[in-house]
């Protein structure tokens, strides 16, 4: 279980990194009661500890945020069926109604806190008396975890202010003002963190036989094929980067065993009750009862009087009140009928029943409402619905399908992974993916990625990585098409432009 989360005060405009500050302080001499000053982490090694656990907790915090960017620009839950009003928020990313009048994310989505975290820790551990093994695996586990977050926020933005360093002391605002460092040298500090991880985790793989819920050698790898990947496609990187991708994928590949693989059962990887040595997990996000619940989907769910009307066949019955009574939230966002019908015209695949239900109206003609997501309803508690599923970050069907892209980009043939996917999804009458030309690959992995990853924060990084044709391909043009291709990245707003002279918005805004 992790550990409860506490994490150094900062000053508030800090946790946003670049607002207006009147901070005088030196920001360790403050220290309410929830909180560990520096001194405590220097001398007592538990303080130490509790520090790199509240990294952990500060993560956690974020997790709808990476779900959203990750997600909900895709073609998933675009004007989909739903019982209630619309989710708003939501509903502007999909539809990509973004503009520099309309920012979704203002205050770098509040990433700045993190990366505050993040320094902090790296700069303190290395003088704490923890032994010298574990400083090393604290210091891994961060640098990758750092590397994770501007990588989102490169892939979010492009170029973002580049900090390293823990802020110490603040005199007046203008201290905070930081420019938009260019998106290829924060490339080169994501993978200068991922090579800083690996090295301080040494050759070792240690792979958790508990919950896989503290960043990896594995987690770094994984990770450093995604990156590589993306370089190739989008900054010049081409097929050198494809390679080190490939490598590093292969690398995870070839430990497949009774630790590490594909489950049978989909419906296992998400299962709480199964957290424990769960060998399809790399890294994820950790819920627990009377912890914290994984609530970001809450209007993914169906509010409880509703339920009562509705039902998951034509004929009327069961009610999804009988099948789940105590799941209790809100049905904003859907799929539309196009993408239903997409998903679950046969062959039956197990990811899809393991992932939504759809529900009908109980009276005829029994028309369809919406979807209810299953995937994250966790479990019950006497009369109470508990959502403490994990929420993966990485697992491995994240490696197979990014080896299978990295073959495809390198003229390879990527069938093998595809097919262990597909041999999953459908059992042992499946289809067999062939080999077919670089385009054809891209989209069979792309339909892959479209099924095994639904709520999980990855078809929008999918599209993008394999190349922005592939956007335009898979969304409806009337929301993104080439002549909006600016809307690939995020604006800033102007409260941020106007906090920190030195911001500029982000071209095409």
């Not at 891994?140 to 926020?153: D, N, P, Q, S």
């Not at 399809?280 to 009087?305: C, D, K, T």
């Not at 993408?339 to 029943?353: K, W």
Request: charged share 20%; aromatic share 10%; glycine share 8%.
């Amino acid at each position: 279980m992790m550990k409860k989360h506490i994490h150094l005060l900062i000053c508030s405009a800090i946790l946003m990194m670049l607002g207006t500050l009147s901070c005088t302080k030196k920001l360790d001499e403050v220290v309410p009661q929830d909180t560990i000053s520096k001194d405590q982490a220097l001398k007592d090694p538990n303080a130490a500890r509790t520090l790199y656990h509240g990294v952990y907790g500060r993560f956690r915090a974020y997790n709808g945020t990476f779900f959203q960017l990750g997600e909900m620009r895709s073609d998933i839950w675009v004007d989909g069926l739903f019982t209630e009003s619309v989710d708003g928020g939501l509903q502007n990313l999909y539809r990509h109604n973004i503009s520099r009048l309309n920012v979704p994310f203002g205050d770098w989505a509040g990433f700045y806190n993190l990366i505050y975290n993040f320094n902090n820790v790296i700069k303190i551990i290395p003088q704490t008396p923890l032994p010298e093994a574990e400083k090393n695996r604290i210091l891994a586990e961060v640098h990758g975890l750092r590397a994770y977050v501007y990588f989102t926020m490169l892939r979010t933005w492009g170029d973002v202010p580049l900090n390293t360093e823990p802020v110490e002391t603040i005199i007046n605002a203008a201290e905070t003002y930081k420019r938009r460092t260019g998106a290829d040298t924060v490339m080169a500090q994501v993978k200068s963190d991922i090579e800083k991880s690996l090295q301080l985790f040494g050759s070792t793989n240690l792979l958790s036989t508990d919950k896989r819920v503290y960043w990896s050698r594995l987690a770094s790898l994984v990770l450093k094929g995604d990156v590589f990947l993306w370089s190739g496609t989008h900054m010049g990187g081409g097929n050198a980067d494809f390679t080190i991708a490939r490598t590093s994928l292969q690398e995870v590949r070839n430990l497949e065993g009774a630790l590490l693989g594909l489950h049978a059962d989909y419906a296992h990887i998400f299962d709480p009750t199964r957290k424990t040595n769960n060998k399809e997990m790399i890294f994820a996000v950790n819920y627990e009862l009377q912890q914290a619940q994984n609530g970001i989907f809450g209007s993914f769910l169906v509010n409880s009087i509703q339920a009562n009307t509705l039902s998951f066949d034509l004929a009327a019955t069961p009610t999804v009140s009988s099948v789940y009574p105590f799941v209790n939230g809100a049905n904003r966002v859907g799929l539309n009928q196009a993408m239903i019908t997409r998903l679950t015209t046969a062959p039956a695949d197990q990811r899809i029943s393991k992932t939504f239900r759809v529900m009908y109206s109980n009276a005829a003609p029994f028309a369809v409402r919406g979807v209810l997501l299953t995937k994250y309803l966790g479990t019950t508690a006497g009369t109470a619905q508990v959502y403490n599923n994990d929420f993966p970050i990485f697992r491995y069907a994240d490696v197979l399908l990014l080896l299978a892209e990295a073959k495809a980009k390198l003229g390879e043939d990527p069938s093998a992974e595809i097919n262990a996917i597909r041999q999953r999804a459908y059992g042992a009458g499946f289809t067999p993916h062939v080999n077919s030309g670089s385009a054809a690959n891209m989209n069979a992995i792309l339909n892959e990625y479209l099924r095994e990853f639904i709520g999980e924060g990855k078809r929008w990084w999918a599209l993008r990585r394999a190349g922005d044709a592939y956007v335009y391909a898979n969304l409806n043009p009337t929301y993104l098409s080439a002549s909006t291709a600016a809307k690939l990245l995020l604006p800033l707003s102007l409260t941020m432009l106007n906090n920190d002279p030195l911001l500029t918005q982000t071209q095409g805004y």
